[in-house]
Every structure is written in structure tokens, then in C-alpha cells.
């Protein structure tokens, strides 16, 4: 009876590739973020309702930095660095296929502020910081290596080990995630957010069509998902040399705007206005090419996080789920 | 002019059921009975929130009521499982262990059909080629194609695979590729890999669904078997997916929080 196993998120593959697209790399120097620019002009067809047919399957786009070095300096690992101390630098290493390609532009996703650093407030760099250095002591885990729904923006992100189907009903766009299978469901007709009290991983989603662009207004978050984030970082980094966003938590407060433009026919666009006055000294916007469109044949598969997730559980907690 | 006529009124008809369709809303007329909702392609539309209300969850047998347990009657055609007698031993064992060894209990993704008549709501979502059921226990999410595409081979899920067509009103659904990992319920009652699983949607009224599940699993059971029962329709205006999110308490036994 040896059939093959569910596709399942084995402990070795969060801790390693816990490592996204977007790079751990110490890059983020150079020219400025091309997303910056508005959106090309691109008319996609109609649905049957009159929206803008953004449905059908969807991968990650090819990723880049999130903000720029905050010491300025770029970092180098330990000559032999390897595995999951050295992921970030070996794991991924510049020339290697990934299904959304290694972007060639190493520019920063951040298009504000101009500087493109995350505008932490001074608490949420001391607990970034901890939590870079701590990443491995259970109260620091990436929420997401804890099979957490990763929460908005960050869902977003591109992984390799992520896909998507977006779906359109009359009055709703629906998106589904391949990754912890998470489903949103975006009611179009102008109702108002749930009452304060419920909060949700993911939070609660309200859209709107403005022109091609699908705007999203997201409130109602918990405050134990990350922002943004990507990738265990190398073993000694400093935690100024990590540009993926790594360990950027956030408030209740969090408020997120997010607009998804179709820019060709096989492109999404995507920038995420994010907002917390607890958390960040100043609202910020990241933006880039976040969805390509994927095989029309392209199915989502089970990514069944947690139950694969034994050794990870039992590392950080002694429990044991298969017992 | 008969056929005309005739016509016309069919196209009276389409552009109404056109109209439900872009409302994606069951229409309101208290103390009457309202008809089936139906897509512009003449389908049953099944959008909404539903919920099941029944024991069936803690055991799908008849069972009396225990501390923090309902009781309830048998949602199993004829009453019992038909268990092959070499397999009743582990049903007894998984019984005795239920407070801890319930893979639900462990915030496991539940399996069908168990995922249907857990305590908690779950949205559908239809568009001609696919539904999408998304439950709040777990995020648990199914995709189920209506496009006639074929099973995927060679691999299992905890939810199975699931292609589906209608046969007149009635949504079938082939669930198969389940692994053995999950219970049917909270008594031990079990099933290996080779389960499959077909279930059965169809409107009793424009609230209530009726569905069916025929179980078959040659490993563990003597002969296929059949569940069934209501689906409520909740009916409360602008109910939407509250996701159970049982891995974030699972850690936060663990987890002692920051204070900012």
C-alpha cells in the first residue's frame, strides 16, 4: 500500500526554505524601484458582471529585496557558511530556477518612503532584532513556520512554494492559496468591515474596483502574524543586513490597502499601503509584479502545513502530533 | 406566434434566473415558500453559509449524551457500520483513546465527510468550473472541480480529491485520494486508504440541503454504507467565514506573548 505521500511541509523544508524568493540577500542597493512607476495601461476582458476578468491561476513573481541594508553596508557570510545558517546566501544562490525567477532587478520592493527602510518604531526594532537573533527559541518562530496563516501583506509574497487561483463570483473576488490553504473572500458591494471585536489571521477584507485596479481595504488583523518577512537568516547576520522584512510584527492597529493591476495580459501588479500607528513612525508602500499567470491546466494542490510539521512541533514544544 | 410566445417567456425566465445569479442572494419572501435558487446555466446555486446541527461529529452512531459530548441519533443508514470483524478492534481502541488520539483534536485538517458536519459553518462558493467549500475549523478548503477534468493519481490528501458533476439537481461529488489519517467522528470510527468516498448535494427547499455520503472501503468495512442529513442554510445577513484558526491556540499553549 505504498502510495505516494501528501504533498506536506516537512520540518527540514520550512527551516531551509523558510527562505523566500524574495531573497535573503544583502542586496537592495542600486536603482530605484521600477514598481514605483504607475501601472501600464492594460484593459483585461469583462466577467459576466462587468468586473475585470483577473481570474484563473496565478504563480509568484520573481522576487526581490524588501527594503534596503539599514546600516547601509552590505554583509557577507563566514567563508563555509552552509545549510540553514548559511541559507540565505547558499540556499538560493544567484543563477538558480525558481518558478517566479530570480528577479534581475535587486532593487528594493519599498517605494516609500523614499529611503526604503521599513519606518519601525523604535520597540518594533528591538524586537526585530531579538527576533533575528533568537529565530530558533519557540516565542520567535516565524508565525509561518508555525503553519500561522501568514497573514496580509504577506500572503502575497512571493514563495516558491506557493500558487494561487483567483475566482470571481457576481460581487465578489475570491483568492486562494495554495500555501496553508487560505481562502479570501472580497465582497464588492461597499458593506462594512466586521465589528472590532472579531479578528482574523488574515483580517477582513472589503474591495472595490477603481478603473482595472482591484482595491482591498484589510482590517480586523490579530496581532500575531508578521507584515512581511521571509527566510531564517544566516547565523550571525546583523540583523541591519537583512533585507527581507524578517521578524517585522505589527499591532491590532494594523491597516492595509492593497491594489492588485492587471499590467499585461499574464502580470498582476500588486502594492500594499501598510499602516500602524502603534508599530510604524509613518504609513509605507511596497509594490511589485507579485502574480504571473500561471499553466491554464495549473491545479492547487493540499499544502497540509501543520500536519506535517511534526519535527518543527516537537523541537519548539516536545509534543509530539503523531502521538 | 405560440412558439414565439413561449419563447418569450423562457427568456423572461433566463433573464430573471440572470438576475438571481448576479445577486448571488437568495431572494427574501417571508411565509412563502421560495423557490431553488438557480444560476443563469439553470443549476441549483448552493453560494451561501451553511451549517450542519447535529451529534454526528462526536460519533455517527446513535449515542447518549457524556460530559461535553451531545447525544444523538444515528445518521448511518440501517443504524450501525458494517464493519469487517477484523476491524472493529481498532474502532474499540481509537474509542478508548478518543481524548487525546482524535486527530480533530490535534487541529489535523478532518477529512471528508467528517469536515461537513463538524460544529462549525462553512461558505460555498460556486462558479461553473469549480466550487470552492471554505470551512472555518482550520481553514480547511476544498476545491471541487465541475469541469469533468479526472482525478489527480498517485497521490493522497487529507480532503481527497474531489471532481464532481450534477446529475439533475443533485450535486455528486467522487472524493477519493483521502489518506488514512482521519476519523469520520470523535468515537474512533475509521477508515484506511482506500476509502472513497461519493457525496450527494441536493435542495430540499431554498434552506435546506439534503446530503449523502456513501462510504466504501473494502479494507475496514464489509460493504459500502450510507450517511445522510440536513444542511441548514445561516440565514443571518452578512454572515461571512469566521476562521477557527486551532494551530494559533494549539501554540499559544507554548507561547508566552510579547509585551510591547
Not at chain 2, 423562457?10 to 448571488?24: C, D, M, Q, V
Not at chain 2, 439534503?210 to 473494502?218: G, L, P, S, V
Amino acid at each position: 500500500m505504498a502510495r505516494t505521500k501528501t504533498r506536506v511541509l516537512l520540518l527540514a523544508t520550512v527551516a531551509v526554505a523558510g527562505l523566500a524568493v524574495t531573497g535573503g540577500s544583502a542586496a537592495g542597493q542600486g536603482t530605484p524601484a521600477k514598481s514605483d512607476a504607475p501601472p501600464k495601461a492594460y484593459s483585461p476582458p469583462k466577467t459576466a458582471d462587468g468586473q475585470p476578468d483577473i481570474s484563473g491561476m496565478w504563480e509568484p513573481g520573481p522576487g526581490r529585496p524588501m527594503e534596503k541594508e539599514r546600516g547601509g553596508k552590505p554583509w557577507q557570510p563566514p567563508a563555509g557558511a552552509s545549510g540553514q545558517n548559511g541559507a540565505a546566501y547558499t540556499f538560493f544562490p544567484p543563477g538558480t530556477q525558481l518558478p517566479g525567477g530570480r528577479s534581475a532587478d535587486r532593487s528594493a520592493m519599498i517605494v516609500d518612503p523614499a529611503d526604503s527602510i521599513i519606518p519601525l518604531q523604535p520597540w518594533a526594532v528591538t524586537r526585530r532584532d531579538e527576533i533575528i537573533e533568537k529565530q530558533d527559541k519557540v516565542e520567535y518562530l516565524d508565525p509561518r513556520v508555525r503553519c500561522i496563516q501568514s497573514g496580509v501583506p504577506r500572503a502575497n509574497l512571493p514563495v516558491f512554494y506557493n500558487s494561487y487561483q483567483f475566482l470571481q463570483t457576481p460581487g465578489h473576488v475570491i483568492i486562494l492559496y495554495e500555501w496553508n490553504h487560505m481562502t479570501r473572500d472580497i465582497p464588492l458591494d461597499g458593506r462594512p468591515h466586521l465589528p472590532p471585536q472579531i479578528r482574523l489571521a488574515n483580517g477582513d477584507s472589503r474591495g472595490h474596483w477603481e478603473g482595472n485596479t482591484l482595491v482591498v481595504d484589510v482590517t480586523n488583523f490579530t496581532d500575531d502574524t508578521w507584515v512581511v518577512g521571509h527566510g531564517a537568516p544566516p547565523e550571525g547576520a546583523p540583523a541591519s543586513a537583512i533585507t527581507t522584512g524578517h521578524g517585522v510584527v505589527h499591532s491590532d492597529q494594523l491597516h492595509v490597502v492593497e491594489r492588485f493591476t492587471m499590467t499585461d495580459k499574464d502580470t498582476i501588479r500588486y502594492e500594499a499601503r501598510i499602516e500602524d500607528p502603534k508599530t510604524f513612525t509613518r504609513p509605507w508602500t511596497f509594490a511589485l509584479e507579485a502574480f504571473k499567470r500561471g499553466k491554464p491546466d495549473h491545479q492547487l494542490f493540499e499544502y497540509a502545513c501543520h500536519e506535517g510539521n511534526r519535527s518543527n512541533v516537537l523541537l519548539s514544544t516536545g509534543v509530539d502530533i503523531e502521538k | 406566434m405560440r412558439t414565439r410566445s413561449i419563447s418569450s417567456v423562457a427568456a423572461a425566465l433566463l433573464a430573471a434566473a440572470g438576475l438571481l445569479y448576479l445577486s448571488g442572494e437568495t431572494p427574501s419572501a417571508q411565509g412563502q415558500t421560495r423557490p431553488i435558487p438557480r444560476n443563469a446555466d439553470g443549476k441549483p446555486n448552493l453560494q451561501g453559509m451553511w451549517q450542519v446541527v447535529n451529534a454526528a461529529s462526536w460519533d455517527l452512531e446513535a449515542h447518549s449524551a457524556e460530559d461535553g459530548i451531545p447525544g444523538g441519533l444515528s445518521v448511518v443508514e440501517g443504524g450501525t457500520i458494517p464493519y469487517l470483524p477484523a476491524a472493529v478492534a481498532k474502532r474499540n481502541e481509537n474509542r478508548a483513546n478518543r481524548k487525546t488520539a482524535d486527530p480533530v483534536g490535534k487541529c489535523f485538517i478532518p477529512g471528508v465527510p467528517r469536515v461537513t458536519y463538524m460544529p462549525w459553518p462553512f461558505q460555498i462558493i460556486q462558479t461553473p468550473k469549480y466550487m470552492v467549500m471554505s470551512y472555518e475549523f482550520a481553514h480547511t478548503q476544498r476545491i471541487i472541480y465541475t469541469d469533468g477534468s479526472p482525478h489527480v493519481d498517485a497521490l493522497d490528501f487529507w480532503m481527497g480529491d474531489s471532481r464532481a458533476r450534477w446529475e439533475g439537481d443533485t450535486l455528486v461529488v467522487d472524493v477519493k485520494d483521502l489518506n488514512d489519517k482521519t476519523w469520520f467522528d470523535n468515537a474512533g470510527n475509521y477508515h484506511s486508504d482506500q476509502l472513497h468516498v461519493v457525496e450527494r448535494y441536493s435542495f430540499i427547499d431554498a434552506d435546506h440541503l439534503n446530503y449523502e455520503a456513501t462510504i466504501e472501503d473494502a479494507q475496514v468495512f464489509s460493504r459500502p454504507w450510507k450517511i445522510s442529513m440536513p444542511i441548514y442554510r445561516r440565514l443571518e445577513p452578512n454572515l461571512q467565514v469566521i476562521e477557527y484558526d486551532c494551530v494559533s491556540y494549539f501554540w499559544q499553549k507554548f507561547i508566552k506573548p510579547p509585551t510591547p
